[in-house]
């Protein structure tokens, strides 16, 4: 079957640096993408990979292993404003997108 | 106005009420999606409709209907719902339902509907 697996639950500390990882099994594959989603409100994009290594976007990067199907979302730089569910999904050759239950992270001051 | 955007926010009622949760997009989006989420749960795709016609109907439950009577509008109707459909609703745009990557998914703040 498809899945996706995340952490459920994450804790880092204001101004460190923290990685969230996803593995992801699918029929085929079209992309890996992250939301973000603060509690109360709509998830937002913040990446897609679909090809191998590592995408940066200022203080966020995503990073893909077509091979072993796995990604990361890394946050630098923590903020306490990055507290948020983190959502990891895949998508399937039929451009089905595969969810992940999302990772809570908490930043601590 | 832009964005997308759903009313009500919050809504309970009780198993034999008959409710709608309205979505509207100003994004100029071709898809549109009702997805249901619950605490701990990966979100669930209820709805797909692509181009004003549906393409997408994952096992819903009759009571839940939807209805998208133009590009930018989308309702989900709801009739003799049970305590578990309590949940968030929410409801998201993109570009086109099969646009690959270019599938950026914008969605609504949500509906938080509690069934009593």
């Known amino acids: 079957g498809q899945n996706i697996d995340q952490p459920t639950e994450m804790t880092a500390t204001e101004g460190a640096i923290v990685q969230i990882n996803c593995t992801y099994q699918t029929s085929g594959f079209n992309g890996l993408f992250w939301y973000q989603q603060h509690a109360g409100e709509a998830p937002t994009f913040l990446s897609y990979?679909?090809l191998d290594g590592l995408e940066e976007k200022g203080r966020f990067s995503s990073f893909l292993s077509r091979s072993k199907g796995y990604s990361y979302l890394l946050l630098k730089e923590l903020q306490m404003k990055d507290s948020a569910s983190y959502l990891c999904?895949?998508?399937?050759?039929?451009?089905?997108?595969?969810w992940g239950a999302g990772t809570k992270l908490i930043i601590k001051p | 106005e832009t964005g997308v955007t759903q009313t009500p926010r919050h809504l309970v009622m009780g198993m034999t009420n008959k409710k709608s949760l309205k979505c509207e997009q100003h994004?100029?989006?071709?898809?549109m999606y009702w997805y249901k989420q619950s605490a701990k749960k990966p979100l669930e795709l209820m709805f797909v409709?692509?181009?004003?016609?549906?393409?997408e109907n994952n096992s819903v439950p009759s009571r839940f209907s939807p209805e998208c009577p133009n590009s930018s509008h989308l309702f989900l109707h709801l009739h003799t719902l049970q305590p578990e459909d309590s949940a968030l609703y929410l409801c998201a745009s993109s570009q086109d339902e099969s646009a690959g990557g270019a599938n950026v998914l914008t969605f609504g703040a949500g509906s938080r509907l509690t069934v009593l």
């Open positions: 994004l100029g989006h071709n898809a």
């Open positions: 409709y692509n181009f004003k016609e549906q393409t």
């Open positions: 990979n679909v």
């Open positions: 999904l895949s998508m399937d050759s039929n451009y089905q997108l595969i």
